[in-house]
């Protein structure tokens, strides 16, 4: 079975501090992916990462940033944490696209972060 | 630019009974995957399916169908004899050769509700 982890699934932190979310895929999948979530919003994208090194923007990545060293780790930094970023953190991974389309993203069970 | 329409936000029925999950897209690819998730009170998203453009036949798992209608861009979930264990919000979504490399397009989640 797919595995996805995440570092905590409850977070405290204070405005301004630098955050550190961990997430870690035991299934060798290319790509990785940051969202938050928020109620009547969805899923948003923040970053995600076709390769080690490699980092691509989602639709909100302003105030954060992604660090990929190793294929089975995808981090997510918050440089200073504010308040608005208070919400529910999913990691997710897949294999990479066939020629049809990306395939399904498997996800991990979520940070909820509180920014106080 | 691709689009998936959940309109449904809250569905509330009592045991037992079938319930329907609309989900509307719309992509200028020709070839694409569909997908659905659930989303238990727990967090973490669970993939419930993948279809691709090609096939048109409805799947069918336990409980679990799914109707695929290209014709009118629609790719409908049915729970038959609900339970209370089918409480989650689920989410449909969409992928395709036009989307960000290897991402998915959800929609906003449908919150089921099922009241014993």
């Known amino acids: 079975d797919v595995k996805v982890t995440q570092s905590s699934r409850y977070l405290v932190k204070r405005t301004g501090e630098k955050v550190f979310l961990e997430c870690v895929q035991d299934?060798?999948?290319?790509?990785m992916f940051w969202y938050r979530q928020d109620p009547g919003l969805g899923l948003r994208l923040i970053y995600f990462?076709?390769?080690?090194?490699?980092?691509e923007k989602g639709d909100i990545p302003e105030g954060y940033s992604v660090s990929r060293e190793k294929k089975e780790r995808f981090s997510l930094i918050l440089e200073s944490a504010s308040t608005n970023q208070t919400s529910m953190y999913l990691c997710?991974?897949?294999?990479?696209?066939?020629?049809?389309?990306?395939?399904?993203?498997?996800f991990g069970p979520g940070t909820r972060l509180t920014v106080t | 630019a691709q689009k998936v329409t959940q309109a449904q936000t809250e569905i509330s029925v009592v045991e037992k009974e079938d319930v329907t999950l609309d989900c509307v897209y719309e992509t200028r690819d020709t070839t694409y995957y569909l997908f659905w998730y659930k989303q238990p009170p727990s967090g973490e998203l669970v993939f419930l399916i993948r279809r691709n453009s090609f096939d048109e036949q409805n799947e069918i798992s336990g409980r679990y169908s799914w109707n695929f209608q290209k014709s009118t861009s629609s790719f409908n979930f049915t729970i038959t004899a609900s339970q209370v264990v089918d409480s989650a919000v689920y989410f449909c979504a969409l992928s395709g050769t036009g989307g960000g490399a290897d991402g998915l397009t959800f929609g906003k989640g449908t919150h089921l509700i099922i009241q014993p």
């Open positions: 997710a991974s897949s294999s990479r696209a066939s020629p049809y389309g990306a395939y399904e993203q498997y």
């Open positions: 299934m060798d999948h290319e790509n």
């Open positions: 990462s076709y390769d080690v090194k490699m980092k």
